[in-house]
């Protein structure tokens, strides 16, 4: 079935940067737009950033535009996001998942927490 692991949160003080990575299994990971998305609780889950199936499309949610970098290896069958400049309101657990999203493809996320 499909697999999504993502890795790469921790505890950062604001101004800091992360790098988070997403490992897909299951699918045909070249042919498919990918996305981050990220939740806070009590809130919808929200794309961050999408990436098309050749790295050429890119989207950024407007809260992250020039601060987020998402970038993907088909090849290792991975995506990542680069978050620089981080600000308390980044504080989330974020998912990669295709884009559409599938409900049935969500991991179990990483928890990236922005704090003094």
């Known amino acids: 079935q499909v697999q999504f692991v993502e890795s790469g949160g921790g505890l950062v003080q604001p101004g800091g940067s992360l790098r988070l990575s997403c490992v897909a299994s299951?699918?045909?990971?070249?042919?498919?737009?990918m996305g981050w998305y990220r939740q806070v609780p009590g809130k919808q889950r929200e794309l961050v950033a999408r990436?098309?199936?050749?790295?050429?499309?890119?989207y950024y949610a407007d809260s992250v535009k020039g601060r987020f970098t998402i970038s993907r290896d088909n090849v290792k069958n991975m995506v990542y996001l680069q978050m620089n400049s981080l600000k308390p309101e980044d504080t989330a657990v974020y998912y990669c998942n295709t884009n559409p999203r599938r409900e049935d493809y969500w991991g179990q996320g990483t928890q990236v927490t922005v704090s003094s």
């Open positions: 299951g699918l045909s990971f070249g042919f498919y737009t």
């Open positions: 990436i098309g199936s050749s790295g050429i499309t890119n």
